[in-house]
């Protein structure tokens, strides 16, 4: 079965990758393309074997053979164009976090429930196959009872991205590294444990000297629902050219058997693990796994593999690798950080 996509949006920091993504699925043959400034469009369209100027964004909506929408806007603008689409009965793939509120994202998880469709925020990292086994081993008692972890996502500072993008202004973002990128750390605990956030404290702080008002660092204690406490740094700290390679990555789990350790930018991949448990670590106390790296995806763009399951849902093949009730919990967790930091004091939710 072949797809027609619509895309709304083509100026988002991440719309390279993903519109790349999209001209290498062969499950796509034709993609319809509007942005607010026509030139813009006109530039993908003609950099593309399958695309098509729309002629308005009001068309992709009501197009019944336009199934899913890809949106790629601003937080202050993603929050009302993913309601109008799920609203309209089309499938939504979208970045994080898929609103500037956890207000706007719950009416969208409303409407979703209604409409029989889903919107599915990009936080890919969940799909990756050394997630899936690390999440596999914790939820198959290796460690026995998770109590505590740690999670790190430290990368180039604000500077060295650029504090005139959009980001990083209040009018525009729904926050700062913690709606960016210590977003997808939180998604991915919840998945990893399989638990929700209770409880959180926070401090989040504005440490560059460029002229933004949203956190560049932020400090975040959490309890899950299963019991485990913990913390989540996140910050835009490291004076560095590039972006993800100069990414300082950890978790770390604790629990009644033990414990596991992984650097997800590590080399070579793989994790630690200690554990008492026989099962998992016959020789002895401390293992460490090294994963064969599994064989590069000949999908090009910002996580093909994602959005091959996306597609795969659209067509009734499975599920949705994410949906709108996740992109809520973790901006509802985010927003209760903000608050806890504002205020001083344990926010429950």
Request: aromatic share 8%; net charge negative.
């Amino acid at each position: 079965m072949s797809l027609t996509l619509g895309v709304i949006g083509v100026s988002h920091p991440h719309a390279g990758g993903h519109l790349q993504a999209l001209e290498g699925a062969p499950e796509i043959t034709r993609l319809l393309i509007w942005d607010e400034d026509p030139a813009s469009a006109q530039r993908v369209v003609a950099n593309s074997a399958k695309a098509d100027v729309a002629t308005s964004p009001d068309d992709l909506l009501s197009d019944p053979n336009v199934p899913a929408l890809v949106i790629m806007l601003k937080d202050s603008e993603a929050g009302a164009w993913n309601l109008r689409a799920i609203e309209a009965g089309k499938w939504v793939y979208g970045d994080k976090p898929g609103a500037q509120t956890a207000t706007e994202l719950k009416r969208i998880v409303d409407a979703a429930a209604t409409k029989g469709v889903h919107f599915c925020p990009c936080y890919s990292t969940r799909s990756q196959p050394l997630a899936r086994e690390v999440g596999r081993v914790l939820q198959a008692g290796a460690i026995g009872d998770i109590k505590a972890f740690q999670a790190t996502w430290i990368t180039s500072d604000v500077l060295a991205r650029g504090p005139d993008n959009w980001l990083f202004h209040k009018e525009h973002s729904a926050g700062g590294i913690l709606t960016w990128l210590g977003c997808h750390w939180l998604d991915l605990l919840r998945v990893l444990m399989r638990s929700e956030v209770v409880e959180v404290s926070a401090m989040c702080a504005t440490q560059t000297p460029a002229a933004i008002d949203v956190e560049d660092v932020a400090n975040v204690c959490l309890r899950f629902d299963n019991g485990a406490v913990g913390m989540l740094r996140a910050g835009y700290l490291l004076r560095a050219s590039g972006a993800y390679d100069n990414s300082d990555m950890q978790f770390q789990f604790e629990g009644t058997q033990g414990a596991l350790t992984w650097y997800p930018r590590g080399t070579p991949a793989g994790y630690r693990l200690r554990s008492r448990n026989a099962e998992f670590v016959p020789s002895g106390w401390q293992r460490d796994i090294v994963i064969e790296p599994a064989p590069q995806s000949a999908r090009p763009g910002y996580s093909g593999d994602f959005l091959a399951e996306f597609l795969r849902a659209v067509q009734g093949e499975g599920e949705a690798p994410a949906t709108e009730v996740d992109a809520w919990q973790v901006l509802r967790t985010i927003e209760a950080a903000y608050q806890s930091s504002a205020e001083g004091r344990k926010v429950s939710l």
